[in-house]
């Protein structure tokens, strides 16, 4: 069982930054490749960010693509999401998740979410 605690969410203006943390319970962190998704109101969840268990491979929705950046510290158990250029359209409630093994497929642990306000 894995439990997450995100946070740093917060209310920003367009073409500032965010970084949302991601604190995961237990000593088998490392064993667990994470995801970031998002979920804005109306609208499905989607994917925005996943890595891999080592991190040294990440990959990226095409909507933020050069502007977010997935990284982990397996040290700390946390895994980030630095968010850059934002948008009005990244406005969303954003969760971790994680999943034994390769980072792709369904995720099996989620979070609680941060919601993360853009303004224009």
């Known amino acids: 069982q894995v439990q997450l605690v995100e946070s740093g969410g917060g209310l920003v203006q367009t073409g500032g930054s965010l970084r949302l943390s991601c604190v995961a319970s237990g000593r088998t962190f490392s064993s667990y490749a994470m995801g970031w998704f998002r979920q804005a109101p109306g609208k499905e969840r989607e994917f925005v960010a996943a890595i891999s268990t080592s991190g040294g491979l990440t990959r990226y929705a095409v909507s933020v693509k050069g502007r977010f950046t997935i990284s982990r510290d397996n040290a700390k158990n946390t895994v980030y999401l630095q968010m850059n250029s934002l948008k009005p359209e990244d406005t969303a409630s954003y969760y971790c998740?994680?999943?034994?093994?390769?980072?792709?497929?369904?995720?099996?642990?989620w979070g609680q979410g941060t919601q993360v306000t853009v303004s224009s």
């Open positions: 998740a994680a999943k034994a093994g390769s980072y792709f497929g369904e995720y099996d642990y």
